[in-house]
């Protein structure tokens, strides 16, 4: 079992930036894609980017430019960076670890933004 844990959501103004993070445990943390997706209240959830084994990255259309996904494979984590946040960025943010039939979810995290 892959525990994930998230941090660093909060209130933002428009504009501004945030740094998630997601913590990992209980698993070989460097076998598994990484992702993090979000869900605004009445919506499904999306993928907002994603991490390969590897570090290949790939991003939604609405979030390119803005938001950079990294992972740590000595620390177990992976980071969302998200710049220049807009208020249709407000949405509870999900760490994903994928490995095969494996997937596990993280609480989520709030991310809010406006002025």
């Known amino acids: 079992q892959v525990q994930l844990v998230e941090s660093g959501g909060g209130l933002v103004q428009p504009g501004g930036s945030l740094r998630l993070s997601c913590a990992a445990s209980?698993?070989?943390?460097?076998?598994?894609?990484m992702a993090w997706y979000r869900q605004a209240p009445g919506n499904q959830r999306d993928l907002v980017a994603d991490?390969?084994?590897?570090?290949?990255?790939t991003y939604a259309d609405s979030v390119r430019g803005r938001f950079t996904i990294s992972r740590d494979n000595y620390k177990n984590s992976v980071i969302l960076q998200m710049n220049s946040l807009k208020p249709e960025d407000t949405a509870v943010y999900y760490c994903?670890?994928?490995?095969?039939?494996?997937?596990?979810w993280g609480q989520g995290t709030q991310v809010t933004v406006s002025s």
């Open positions: 994903n670890a994928v490995l095969l039939d494996d997937n596990y």
């Open positions: 209980g698993g070989i943390f460097s076998r598994y894609k």
């Open positions: 991490i390969s084994r590897g570090g290949t990255t």
